[in-house]
């Protein structure tokens, strides 16, 4: 698989649900944190994943959206991002 995706990790369980769910609250905690490094060695940048998804970007900045939608979004935005590999 070249240049596969977080989600295409997921699917594969190589990356599983409770590491994403720790992408997504590490991001939460800090929308500047730029590295994750999920059990198998891949890599991302969720601020910056979040940031190249207009969807979440602005849900993101939007002080009257709610968490969980907020949190859906950068979940969204960490399952299109393409890890580096180990």
């Known amino acids: 698989m070249a240049d596969p995706t977080t989600g295409d990790l997921f699917k594969a369980k190589t990356i599983t649900d409770d590491e994403v769910n720790a992408a997504v609250d590490v991001f ?4 500047t944190v730029s590295l994750f490094r999920f059990a198998s060695g891949h890599t991302i940048n969720p601020a910056a994943a979040v940031k190249d998804h207009e969807p979440a970007r602005k849900a993101v900045g939007n002080p009257e959206a709610g968490d969980k939608y907020r949190s859906s979004m950068v979940r969204t935005a960490i399952l299109l991002a393409r890890p580096t590999v180990p």
């Open 28 to 31: 939460m905690r800090d929308a």
